[in-house]
């Protein structure tokens, strides 16, 4: 076959943990620790049963197994206070008894106090989403009885665990994945042919409340299997279909924010047979990494993976073919983007890139990862780009002791990032900043990255001057100014902390009856 003598533009690093069966998703810990889940039951040549955690450097976590009998495991969330939702096809975790949904302790051991209570037959969760408020939504394959009423394939419950009964949706068939907006709305893909009691093939859009929002009324002819929202709010559309929203899109697709079709975004993805999109993940600068089964991307030769620029050509410059074993059909099921810009790959292959790979792998990113988090007056920016992961949603909190954090509330889209306007940030305070992301099968799993802007501190009184030591972040940039009344600020000198330190000295402090300094971050 001829992908097999393709010159590989990106090859796995040593990240080589081994998983014995299909890798369905991956998520990353804010501590840089890697979830897997899937249908393995070894990892690293140790039994650990559709569910284990690794270090950055593929290193099993001996000390966490949760102990899953099960089928499989579709999909994880990450939360905020480093909590982890687990959702797949499954009867107990830790020796307790759940059914396909559960949350975990960061060490592995079930949380108790979340038991969710199903009453009906249960088959399989494809996917999560944590809306801003610590609601979960749950979509897949699944029919539960409460009170007298019946619950199926789209429910939300409770940060405790409790259903949320005025969330009914009620689609006719599975979901397989569900994608949050900013304003609250809620994408939905599937194999369902009505969702809201009204007639939506395979796609629909529904209300925070769960009722249908009739304004989006694009379908698809075949299954939704991936959805993904970009920074502009357009709808990324991935599955096994033949036309999305009337018109031909062969697996891949992209709508408008109101529902009409992108009509520039037309790429496809084919094998010739059967094909399909599993997984798209959204990079900072825009950039779309594809997963799933073809063999052509964007009308040129990609192996199951595959990147396109945001106006849906093909991005030549990135290139791994994901080959299966003698007789078995490879696929990607899951991408993720760790903080760094690195990719995961899970899947179901035996080689990735020209290196052999066992069902996971991670590959180095083309282009580097670019952030920027800085204060400016009562208003705090977060800029992102390059091959960062896309956030879809942030909040920003502030410390002043680097221990305890006090949320300031959420960002809102700004060129290049996010921004938070308005705020009180009291002097010599370290800021942080939450970005949430999605990933893995069907973009059903969910986790968050992070970055600090520690506090800028100094002050020390040297014989013939005064100097002001800078601590900060490495490369962090600071300018210095002087005021003789705290009105009117003169710049000094703009300073870049080398290694996070600095140093500002005046020279001729004695010129001045009184002078004042600050340091503010550029």
């Not at 949320?164 to 569900?178: K, M, Q």
């Not at 949603?393 to 410390?399: A, G, I, K, L």
Request: glycine fraction near 14%; hydrophobic fraction near 35%; charge should be neutral.
């Amino acid at each position: 076959m001829t992908f097999l003598t393709r010159t590989h533009s990106q090859i796995p690093d040593s990240f080589s943990p081994g998983a014995d069966d299909i890798v369905d998703t991956t998520a990353q810990q804010g501590n840089g620790q890697i979830l897997i889940g899937g249908g393995f039951n070894f990892v690293t040549g140790e039994q650990r049963t559709h569910v284990a955690r690794v270090d950055v450097s593929g290193k099993l976590d001996t000390n966490f197994n949760p102990a899953l009998v099960a089928f499989s495991v579709k999909c994880l969330a990450v939360q905020p206070d480093g909590k982890l939702l687990i959702g797949g096809s499954f009867y107990s975790v830790d020796e307790q008894p759940r059914q396909n949904l559960a949350r975990i302790n960061a060490d592995g051991s079930l949380d108790g106090s979340f038991a969710p209570s199903w009453s009906g037959t249960n088959n399989s969760i494809n996917c999560f989403a944590l809306q801003a408020d610590g609601k979960i939504l749950v979509g897949g394959e699944f029919w539960m009885n409460q009170d007298g009423y019946n619950y199926q394939y789209l429910v939300r419950f409770n940060p405790n665990g409790s259903l949320d009964t005025n969330f009914t949706p009620w689609p006719t068939g599975r979901v397989l994945s569900i994608a949050l907006q900013p304003d609250g709305k809620i994408v939905v893909g599937g194999s369902f042919n009505e969702l809201g009691g009204e007639h939506r093939n395979y796609l629909g859009r529904v209300n925070p409340n769960g009722t249908l929002d009739t304004n989006f009324t694009a379908t698809a002819d075949g299954l939704v299997y991936s959805l993904a929202v970009q920074a502009d709010g357009k709808i990324l559309v991935g599955g096994s279909f033949g036309s999305l929203a009337g018109q031909s899109r062969l697996n891949i697709g992209r709508l408008n924010p109101d529902g009409t079709l992108d009509v520039i975004f037309n790429p496809g993805a084919s094998n010739g047979t059967y094909s399909t999109i599993n997984s798209m993940i959204i990079q900072s600068d825009g950039k779309i990494l594809v997963g799933g089964y073809f063999t052509s991307l964007a009308g040129q030769t990609r192996t199951n993976l595959g990147r396109l620029n945001s106006d849906g050509k093909l991005d030549l410059s990135f290139d791994s073919v994901a080959i299966g074993w003698d007789g078995w059909i490879p696929e990607i099921a899951s991408l993720a983007l760790q903080a760094d810009g690195k990719i995961l790959v899970g899947g179901y292959f035996s080689t990735l890139g020209g290196q052999a790979r066992t069902n996971i792998a991670r590959l180095m990113n083309t282009t580097p990862g670019m952030q920027n988090l800085s204060i400016a007056g009562s208003a705090i920016t977060w800029l992102r780009g390059g091959s960062f992961p896309e956030v879809w949603r942030t909040t920003f909190e502030v410390s002043t002791n680097g221990t305890n954090w006090v949320l300031l509330g959420e960002g809102t889209r700004t060129m290049g990032g996010w921004q938070l306007a308005g705020v009180y940030i009291p002097p010599n305070s370290a800021i942080r900043a939450h970005g949430f992301v999605v990933g893995g099968s069907g973009n059903g799993s969910t986790w968050f990255v992070e970055t600090t802007r520690p506090a800028l501190v100094g002050g020390e009184f040297q014989p013939g001057g005064f100097s002001f030591r800078l601590i900060g972040s490495p490369g962090q940039i600071v300018a210095v100014e002087a005021s003789t009344d705290l009105i009117n600020w003169t710049p000094q000198r703009t300073n870049t902390l080398t290694n996070g330190l600095g140093l500002f000295t005046d020279t001729n402090p004695g010129s001045f009856a009184t002078r004042y300094y600050r340091a503010r971050s550029l």
